[in-house]
């Protein structure tokens, strides 16, 4: 069986050293499951608009918002994105009480991209989830499609505010998040919800669930597993920790190193683990033998709340403690190479080439993973350079009414770095094949 997992973290204003909030995640899927990364321009709609997801169709927004989102080559949704108004939004999978449905209902992964298109500020976000959960539900439900469904839980941000949302069918729960903050395959909101779906508590106590007496335990009430032990509980118990030891000093740089962390976090306190034997960890790896679910795609969003400068996206393919953050904008053109992955892996794909660079170093880890990282380094302090740079350029360009000049020199920055990523990556592969010859 293929494990649940994916984190998701945020760090407020007043836990990062920059004051500006960031968001971080990792999606988690099947070792060989495609993610490329792709654009979608703001687009308006006829009034009969319909948006046709997967299993369910629903009337169309008039108007849908430019996002990037990271998207599973057979879904139409993202495991994680980030729109033109600086909302950004990550999901978990949740193992819910409920048993299967047997009528259709929303995958947890086209929830996200629905609500990108849809949302100017996490506020409107939550309100997007919550009510498209209440109408059209989600979580476990049988389909012929051979999808795996499952309940969700979100953190959405934008550069002033974050929540935590977590459901259990049509149920869910809200709550602000303060500070800083992992989420995890664990439910997490407890009494401190800040609203909750009508009739969530009431399901919870004529079900005699633990936590109903009194304000409700969302998590207590709704969760199927220990919320105390397990991979999931063990991620949130680390992201949190290291989050909680870092208030007033997160920066891009903590949520790279935590979502590149592979501490079990059987002590959640200790100093990020850089090598591993991949046994556990944040950054998630394939069983020896090429089974299991591996990191698939990453992203630290930092977003901007003054106007002095853009979002920086950074993004990464397949496993994070051995690729590349690349800094990606909204407002210019992602390198269409990048959308490039299908089922089956192909020479032009940049996630199959990093899916690739992994495999070459999980045959024969010794010492060609820090070989790899080393690799990197020098690339990735150079992006933290001149991506900032841009994001005040980029800035400045679009304050002063030039929009297409910052779209043009975004556009041509994002391509220049993915093709030094593409290139290193694939020397790195050169490098990868000689030692195993
Ligand atoms: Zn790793």
């Known amino acids: 069986m293929i494990p649940r997992s994916c984190d998701t973290m945020v760090a407020l204003a007043d836990a990062t050293s920059t004051g500006d909030v960031i968001f971080a995640k990792n999606s988690d899927r099947p070792v060989d499951e495609c993610q490329p990364l792709e654009l979608h321009a ?22 849908t918002y430019r996002h990037i989102g990271s998207r599973p080559y057979w879904c139409w949704g993202y495991e994680h994105g980030a729109n033109e108004h600086q909302v950004v939004i990550g999901n978990e999978g949740l193992a819910s009480r409920l048993p299967e449905a047997s009528e259709p209902k929303l995958i947890g992964m086209e929830i996200i991209r629905l609500a990108l298109e849809r949302s100017r500020t996490a506020s409107e976000a939550v ?35 974050a929540f935590v949302i ?29 609203t909750l779906s009508r009739g969530a508590a009431k399901h919870a106590r004529e079900h005699g669930w633990p936590g109903a007496r009194g304000r409700l335990n969302f998590a207590d009430a709704f969760t199927k597993d220990s919320r105390d032990e397990g991979s999931g509980a ?11 030891a870092r208030l007033g000093d997160v920066n891009a740089r903590t949520m790279m190193s935590l979502l590149a962390d592979h501490g079990d976090g059987k002590d959640p306190d200790e ?16 069983n020896p033998d090429g089974t299991g679910g591996s990191t698939a795609a990453s992203i630290v969003s930092e977003l901007c709340a003054d106007g002095s400068r853009l979002a920086v996206h950074w993004c990464a393919l397949y496993s994070p403690c051995l690729a590349l953050f690349v800094p990606m904008f ?16 192909s020479e032009d794909s ?17 010492g060609r993973a820090a070989a790899v990282r080393e690799a990197w380094a020098p690339v990735q302090d150079a992006l933290f350079v001149s991506a900032y740079e841009m994001a005040r350029e980029g800035r400045r360009s679009i304050d002063d009414g030039r929009g297409d ?5 975004l556009t041509r920055y994002m391509a220049e770095n993915t093709a030094t990523m593409l290139r290193v990556a694939t020397d790195l592969l050169d490098w990868l094949d000689r030692q195993a010859a």
């Open 42 to 63: 703001r687009q308006t709609h006829e009034d009969d608009a319909v948006t046709q997801c997967q299993f369910v169709s629903l009337p169309e927004a008039p108007v």
């Open 127 to 161: 309100d997007v989830i919550t009510g498209l959960v209440t109408e059209y539900g989600q979580g476990k439900f049988a389909n012929d499609a051979g999808v795996r469904t499952y309940d969700n839980g979100y953190i959405v941000a934008d550069p002033r505010e």
């Open 166 to 194: 977590e459901t259990g069918g049509h149920h869910w729960g809200v709550k602000r998040a303060e500070r800083a903050l992992g989420i995890s395959n664990v439910y997490s909101i407890e009494t401190d919800w800040e």
């Open 234 to 244: 063990m991620r949130r118990r680390r992201a949190c920790a290291v989050l909680d």
């Open 271 to 286: 100093p990020f683990v850089v090598d591993a034997d991949y046994g556990g960890g944040i950054c998630i790896h394939p």
């Open 330 to 345: 909204v407002e210019g053109e992602l390198p269409d190479v990048l959308a490039i992955g299908g089922e089956t892996s």
């Open 350 to 366: 940049p996630w199959w080439t990093f899916h690739r660079l992994a495999a070459a170093v999980r045959v024969a880890p010794d």
């Open 405 to 409: 000049d910052a779209n043009a020199l």
